[in-house]
């Protein structure tokens, strides 16, 4: 009893004079104005901001947290002779209310405010042990760092609680977000790596954008992940796209930035056509369709429908053909084959005008044409069949011309760009640990793959739908992907592309899919995407726009945890969320040189000094 009337005696701070919602007025008592305190042999800490005061409630124990301090002037000493400068002021401290202790420890939030004159006591070693205890026992600890105001405080969290959940990792560039990244991704795959039920059960795929995380050992072993460099300069690692996906109108849609009302329901009529299917099923059916095509513009009586027509009709072809002679046959009808604006007619060259001898003549150039390459090849049979398709409604009149040239334009280079980094395969992988490098990838292409890859993981996910399977979908340097203000694409396109990130946001938990996003520009972001995370880690960030977005989301983050993020160290972020029961600002824990990500800010002295200087 006399240790515990000695402990209260020590540890007591003072009483509540102000209860005003969440935030409480506590009165310090005079003698407790230094900077420590000495409790058995033991230096320490006093309360000051950012500490922890207990505040006791009958049998109830109120956990605050300090968020400023001020000082009054007493007033019971007006007009008197003050016996020391400590008795001239009361210290006052501005509280918090974070959550109580129970039977099952500490909870976060509120069941009762305090009263007016409640004792107020600094948390004893293990009261404070339990507030930053945020792993519950059914849970496996995962320790990320130590809290930066007390470095002896390791500062662990449960996997289920942070994996489980959508997270969120900010910081400007320099500030550590990447590291952070690598750090709680290598600590959990150190701890469950050799075991076969999580290499099975669960899979984790990064989006990288800079290249940041494709060495050897970064993160983890090389011989654990498997590395997509995709290069969009030259044909080097490919990732598997379903047929199904390839096949979609709506996705050439976007890659081709088609309008709305014309470009995008021509291409479903391209893509989706039986008609042109049956055309395509071997050589003779095909060469029939396009010499029906050429005669009927032959046909035609009409200045607008002349050579160049035919011309630019088998141009076309050839474009997408390797291993025809369509080039010879062009150039022999260049030579050949003219049109007659008097007699509305085609002749040969030096005969007059005779539609039966031209006709034999194309008959006989078109014959040496071979399609057989289109039969293996996914992505050149679906050019042929926008080639066909425009083509087909020009000259039958059920287009414009100038409405779909541009599209037509587009298709080649978005079509040589996909096939040096994309390869067609009903077979997708499931792979325990996947990297995407786009570092070396075009602006289109970084643009459109992350969202073909994360649509067709998730449609899969969807549709198998085990409950044991886990996937993870990791996004560095988000703002690339998830941003809202981007000016260099239709609107069509953005919102097709926000929408496929926000329902895997939305929906993804229940198909144990879940998204980390790590970005430099909050404020850019989807405000639906920040709303849905559960777990944050955030680095310094100053741009005012940034910190107003994330105060506008993470509702149970503190005051002066808003008011430090301008000027946190670099390595040391605030860990808010779910998976921790208070706001709390961290050191982020070492990690290996060799498992750092390839982001190190160059030290131009080093580069620009002679060693002998």
């Not at 709506?250 to 391209?270: G, I």
């Not at 020009?394 to 080649?412: A, C, V, W, Y």
């Not at 260099?488 to 996003?517: A, H, N, P, Q, V």
Request: neutral net charge; glycine residues 4%.
């Amino acid at each position: 009893m006399k240790e515990i009337l000695q402990k209260d005696s020590i540890f007591k701070v003072g009483k509540v004079t102000s209860v005003e919602g969440r935030t409480i007025k506590i009165e310090v008592d005079k003698s407790k104005n230094g900077a420590h305190l000495l409790y058995q042999g033991k230096l320490l800490r006093n309360i000051s901001v950012n500490g922890y005061v207990k505040i006791t409630k009958g049998f109830t124990k109120i956990i605050g947290k300090v968020e400023g301090e001020f000082i009054i002037e007493d007033k019971k000493f007006v007009n008197k002779n003050y016996t020391s400068e400590r008795q001239k002021i009361k210290r006052v401290l501005q509280i918090s209310l974070l959550g109580f202790f129970s039977k099952r420890g500490f909870e976060r939030g509120i069941k009762e405010l305090p009263l007016i004159n409640n004792e107020c006591y600094l948390l004893d070693l293990q009261e404070f042990e339990d507030v930053h205890n945020f792993v519950k026992k059914e849970d496996d600890p995962l320790t990320l760092g130590t809290l930066t105001h007390e470095n002896n405080q390791e500062i662990k969290v449960g996997v289920n609680d942070l994996f489980a959940s959508h997270i969120g990792i900010f910081g400007n560039t320099g500030s550590g977000k990447s590291y952070t990244l690598a750090k709680i991704y290598r600590e959990l795959f150190l701890k469950y790596i050799g075991n076969s039920k999580f290499k099975e059960n669960a899979e984790f795929f990064f989006i990288d954008f800079n290249g940041e995380y494709i060495n050897d050992n970064v993160i983890i072993d090389k011989v654990h992940k498997n590395i997509y460099s995709l290069n969009t300069r030259t044909e080097k690692d490919k990732f598997p796209i379903s047929q199904d996906l390839i096949s979609d109108y709506n996705f050439w849609a976007l890659v081709l930035e088609a309008t709305e009302k014309t470009q995008k329901p021509f291409l479903k009529r391209a893509l989706e056509s039986t008609f042109l299917e049956e055309q395509l099923i071997n050589n003779d059916d095909l060469l029939d369709f396009i010499k029906s095509s050429i005669y009927k513009i032959i046909d035609k009586e009409d200045d607008n429908f002349n050579i160049a027509i035919i011309i630019d009709f088998l141009s076309h072809l050839g474009e997408c053909l390797t291993n025809s002679n369509i080039w010879e046959t062009l150039s022999q009808i260049r030579q050949n084959l003219h049109y007659n604006s008097t007699t509305n007619g085609f002749y040969i060259e030096p005969n007059n005008y005779n539609k039966t001898e031209v006709l034999r003549y194309l008959e006989n150039l078109l014959s040496t044409i071979t399609f057989d390459e289109i039969q293996s090849d996914s992505l050149l049979k679906i050019r042929l069949r926008i080639i066909l398709q425009f083509h087909h409604e020009i000259i039958n009149g059920f287009s414009n011309i100038e409405h779909l040239s541009p599209l037509l334009k587009r298709t080649p280079p978005r079509i040589n760009d996909l096939r040096k980094v994309i390869v067609i395969s009903n077979e997708i992988p499931s792979l325990n640990i996947s990297i995407v490098s786009l570092r070396d990838v075009n602006i289109q292409m970084r643009k459109m793959l992350p969202l073909l890859i994360c649509k067709q993981l998730y449609e899969k996910k969807k549709e198998e739908n085990i409950k044991e399977k886990y996937l993870n979908i990791i996004i560095d340097e988000a703002h690339n992907i998830l941003s809202t203000t981007s000016q260099r694409e239709s609107e069509t396109w953005k919102d097709y592309r926000l929408e496929t990130f926000e329902e895997i946001i939305k929906e993804g938990r229940k198909f144990g899919t879940f998204l980390t996003i790590a970005s430099q520009r909050p404020s850019d972001i989807s405000a639906t995407i920040i709303s849905q995370l559960h777990n944050f880690f955030l680095h310094r960030l100053i741009n005012n726009n940034d910190i107003k977005a994330v105060e506008r989301t993470v509702s149970y983050l503190d005051k002066l945890s808003f008011e430090s993020l301008p000027i946190i160290p670099t390595g040391t972020c605030i860990l808010a969320g779910l998976s921790a029961q208070v706001p709390v600002m961290i050191d982020i824990g070492k990690i290996t040189k060799e498992s750092e990500p390839d982001n190190k800010t160059m030290l131009l002295i080093e580069n620009w000094k002679d060693e002998l200087d």
